[in-house]
């Protein structure tokens, strides 16, 4: 009899090749989206807590390799399969029809997703460090293979991805020699028993290479540069797939290195200053930083793809923040928070992709007014904006909120008020991207657009309901977080259906919620049922301050949306990171050219000579003086 | 608690917020007329305008999206107005907080912005910027005020922040032992009732008042009504937090109502900022002393 882990890692190994096969017809594609349906069920069986162990299992190097799921990665891979069947689903009608139709490959695309969430399952389940880095190279290299997919921008973005792809692929295998060399082993549980013995240089070695390493894939700062345009530019589903869950995976490799493996006392041993400030806090403000600079640099795009996709990277700061305040509050915002923005984050990918699709462009300044033909899209992304702003009744709300309180009562103030900086920022810039694809005034050459087929237009209202239902019951989700912190070692999160219950403050969101939708009535009965019958008008009736509107004229509001507070903030950052990277980039490129062009000296012997010359002369001043 | 009381309060707790609004309104209304030297509107001039705008004939609708913001804009608040404690009255308080509360006060804003959103006029998408941005300026030093009151009171449940501030008398009020947060707290009310100098998201001369360009008839109305719960809000949060709440009625209006009194009448004596100055000013002299705050409420 074949084991629940294998059956399922067999099944996505198997849907490879059947998606190449399938993936140019409608009906295959429809099977391939039933092959995620029967994996998350697998895996769904497997059940969160201790799964039983693969039995592919071999010894290497007097290390033995093998997978096993813990509640954790079981977590994790419950939202990257749940992100792929969506993501599978949404392309399976007429968005692949047309992809197809345009010249892009659906068996790349069908295949490369497959792989992917292969990938992260070997990632996910593995349970010692060659299985881990085994599982973080293949989910490196074949979050490449949809990057390519996207045409020449994004290749672009994907060969820059590579290079910082490589270099945290490096940090991660000198982590691991690191490791092997101070615990003798590269087992799990006896680094985790070797770690309490180990001098605090190893410890900070092991610590900042893995954590560097695995930042990457994050886009922690300073390494964020790269996320927004690989993940942006690749074809829908794919960035809809990218974009909710793959950075996560870094975050995944982070909680178990630095918090299963290491522990909070012994991260505790890493001080920078006295015992005011140790690593942990060093890291919360990397993660503050992270969740802020990005979403003011995502306020300032013109393409709704890359809008998300900064936000993508600032809302992975909220996660590792929540994480390393390492409280039971907390670290379950944090994890709670990477369920929570994947579905959000999809449902928002797959309305810019919808509206795309429809109209053909993301640019921000060429949209506007399309709530009136495609209102279903438009609701979608309205729920997908609240729950990614953070505001109730939707998910993004509570996992926020527990974040927010767990800094409150650990007395960091000034980290909470960064954390809500950032929040106050993302409601600008989601704003923008809502009354610039939606609001305003519709442009004459979209007079004719239709709302999505429904191929795509169900699995993003799905999502909805998911956001909606998950964010009035978190406990349904909480019950998984809880597990999951207890197998890194934490405290789980107590907590009830609606929330979190606790003496300094509690939040019940079915009770929020139940009062919000109850104004709503009020308001509805006070604004229908009083007073007179409102009359429809043309959006061109408008006050325009006496000049005669046509449609013909451009009458929106949508170039440097936030032209005051960008003009007060731009000084504030002159694209420093940017800079930083290319600096980089010109010093290794000096250095290289230097070294070929000594390689490639025509008469090397005048090098040799001025070299001589300068010796001696060095040599006899020193001798005379 | 028995579930017809707490339906009566969660009934009554809106309607009390409403008619206090209303006076509030009004009182600003006779503020500004005494400094401009005239004699002011009469007592039921607020109610009588929102009958007037409710009944007028023409009603403007430019789509469901138009008319739902101000469903949203009224009924956030609405329900807002449930997890405020009162005298005798706490609604579902204890069940959210002071920052579900500041995060549910947004979601009226949301409504408009939507609502604005769909009129297709610029005047009103400029105007929804700014005053989006005027958001971003005045909640960034109360989110300060808000965390050193949480951290003070150690505890984020307004309940318990009144109970242990009325337990101490006056010298366990939020002002008495954290002045500097409430002189910040000061500021960011300014900005947040959206009155001189912080309105210039309304600029009628500018942007023919910006968000309300297109709102007539009831949509107005329903904006006034909005109005209404807004100062309310604001000013029952600042006396929640700093006043030791209202030990009773008579003492808690009085409080709400003295609050009110400085913003307004500072509000006529300025002309308005321009947005970058407006978030210059708001993010170094509150943030200056809601930072200092922060350190005394630290140690």
């Given at each position: 009899m074949i084991g629940a882990l294998d059956a399922l890692l067999l099944l996505a190994l198997l849907a490879v090749p059947?998606?190449?096969?399938?993936?140019?017809?409608?009906?295959?594609?429809?099977?391939?989206?039933?092959g995620y349906v029967a994996q998350f069920s697998?895996?769904?069986?497997?059940?969160?807590?201790?799964?039983?162990?693969?039995?592919?299992?071999?010894?290497?190097?007097g290390n033995t390799v093998g997978w096993r799921f813990d509640s954790l990665g079981w977590f994790f891979a419950m939202v990257t399969v749940g992100a792929a069947g969506f993501a599978a689903a949404y392309a399976s009608g007429e968005w692949g029809d047309a992809h197809h139709a345009n010249g892009g490959s659906l068996r790349w695309l069908y295949g490369g997703l497959q792989i992917n969430v292969l990938a992260m399952l070997l990632l996910l389940s593995s349970s010692d460090f060659i299985s881990l880095f085994i599982g973080w190279e293949l989910t490196s290299w074949s979050g490449l293979i949809l990057m390519l997919l996207g045409g020449s921008e994004a290749i672009r973005a994907a060969l820059r991805y590579i290079v910082y792809a490589i270099a945290g692929g490096m940090a991660v295998f000198a982590g691991m020699l690191v490791t092997h060399a101070a615990a003798g082993s590269l087992q799990f549980d006896v680094v985790q028993g070797a770690v309490a013995s180990m001098s605090s240089g190893q410890l900070w070695a092991i610590a900042l290479l893995f954590i560097a390493g695995f930042s990457v894939k994050m886009g922690t700062m300073p390494f964020h540069l790269w996320q927004a345009p690989a993940y942006a530019f690749s074809p829908g589903p794919a960035s809809a797939f990218l974009g909710s869950i793959s950075a996560r995976m870094g975050l995944f490799a982070i909680a178990l290195v630095a918090f299963k493996l290491i522990g909070v006392s012994q991260l505790d041993r890493l001080s920078i200053v006295t015992d005011r400030f140790d690593l942990r806090d060093l890291l919360a403000w990397v993660a503050v930083f992270t969740a802020i600079l990005p979403t003011f640099v995502a306020m300032r795009q013109n393409d709704a793809r890359l809008l998300l996709g900064w936000h993508g990277v600032g809302q992975g700061g909220y996660m590792l923040l929540g994480l390393v305040?390492?409280?039971?509050?907390?670290?379950?915002?944090?994890?709670?928070?990477?369920?929570?923005?994947?579905?959000?984050?999809?449902?928002?990918?797959?309305?810019?992709?919808?509206?795309i699709h429809r109209t053909g462009t993301a640019d921000l300044n060429r949209l506007g007014g399309l709530v009136a033909r495609m209102p279903l899209s438009f609701l979608a992304m309205l729920i997908g904006i609240i729950g990614l702003a953070g505001l109730p009744p939707m998910n993004g709300f509570v996992s926020k909120w527990m974040i927010y309180r767990a800094l409150i009562l650990d007395g960091q103030p000034l980290l909470f008020v960064a954390t809500v900086v950032s929040t106050l920022g993302t409601v600008l810039?989601?704003?923008?991207?809502?009354?610039?694809?939606?609001?305003?005034q519709l442009r004459l050459e979209h007079e004719s657009v239709r709302e999505a087929p429904w191929s795509m237009t169900v699995p993003m209202l799905l999502l909805c309901v998911v956001v909606f239902v998950t964010g009035v019951a978190p406990g349904l989700v909480l019950q998984y977080v809880a597990a999951a912190q207890q197998a890194i070692g934490l405290e789980p999160v107590a907590f009830i259906l609606g929330g979190i219950e606790a003496d300094s403050g509690s939040l019940d969101m079915l009770w929020i919620t139940a009062i919000l939708f109850a104004g709503f009535g009020i308001g509805a009965v006070l604004f229908y049922l009083m007073g007179g019958r409102s009359k429809r008008v043309h959006q061109l009736d408008n006050y325009a301050g006496g000049h005669f509107l046509t449609a013909d004229v451009q009458y929106q509001y949508s170039d440097n949306f936030y032209a005051g507070l960008m003009h007060r903030i731009k000084p504030w950052y002159r694209d420093t990171f940017a800079w930083a990277e290319s600096a980089l980039v010109s010093v290794l490129g000096v250095v290289s050219s230097a070294a070929r062009g000594f390689f490639d000296q025509a008469n090397p012997a005048s090098w040799a000579l001025i070299g001589?010359?300068?010796?001696?002369?060095?040599?006899?001043?020193?001798?005379?003086? | 608690m028995h579930w017809l009381e707490l339906l009566v309060e969660l009934t009554l707790m809106p309607l009390v917020a409403f008619a206090i609004g209303l006076l509030m309104v009004l009182m600003m209304r006779r503020i500004a007329a005494r400094l401009q030297r005239r004699i002011g509107p009469p007592f039921l001039q607020p109610l009588y305008d929102i009958v007037k705008l409710f009944s007028k004939r023409t009603q403007t609708s430019h789509g469901l999206l138009h008319e739902f913001g101000i469903v949203m804009a009224v009924g956030g608040y609405v329900a807002a107005e449930t997890l405020?404690?009162?005298?005798?009255?706490?609604?579902?308080?204890?069940k959210g907080g002071m920052i579900t509360l500041l995060y549910l006060t947004m979601i009226p804003s949301l409504g408009l912005a939507l609502g604005v959103g769909q009129c297709a006029n610029p005047n009103g998408s400029i105007g929804i910027s700014r005053a989006l941005t005027a958001m971003l300026a005045y909640d960034i030093p109360f989110v300060v005020v808000i965390a050193g009151v949480a951290m003070h009171f150690g505890t984020t449940n307004l309940v318990d922040v009144v109970a242990q501030q009325q337990a101490g008398g006056i010298e366990a009020w939020g002002v008495t032992q954290m002045p500097l947060l409430a002189l910040a707290g000061l500021f960011a009310l300014q900005g947040m009732l959206g009155k001189q100098p912080f309105e210039i998201y309304v600029a009628p001369a500018e942007i023919a008042t910006g968000p309300m360009v297109e709102m007539g008839g009831k949509f107005l109305g329903g904006l006034f009504v909005m109005q209404c719960f807004q100062l309310y809000t604001a000013s029952v949060l600042y006396v929640t937090l700093f006043l030791g709440g209202g030990e009773n009625w008579i003492t808690f209006l009085a409080k709400s109502f003295a609050v009110l009194l400085i913003p307004m009448s500072l509000a006529f004596l300025f002309p308005r900022y321009r947005t970058e100055d407006m978030l210059t000013m708001l993010?170094?002299?509150?943030?200056?002393?809601?930072?200092?705050?922060?350190?005394?409420v630290g140690s």
């Open positions: 059947l998606s190449g096969l399938l993936a140019t017809s409608r009906p295959g594609r429809w099977l391939l989206v039933a697998l895996l769904a069986a497997l059940g969160s807590g201790t799964a039983p162990a693969s039995a592919l299992t071999f010894d290497l190097l305040i390492a409280d039971e509050l907390g670290s379950a915002g944090g994890l709670l928070h990477v369920f929570n923005h994947a579905t959000y984050q999809a449902i928002l990918l797959m309305a810019v992709f919808a509206v810039s989601v704003y923008k991207l809502l009354h610039n694809t939606f609001l305003g001589t010359t300068v010796v001696m002369t060095w040599m006899m001043w020193h001798a005379l003086a | 405020l404690p009162v005298p005798g009255m706490n609604g579902i308080a204890e993010w170094k002299w509150p943030m200056l002393l809601g930072l200092l705050g922060l350190v005394f």
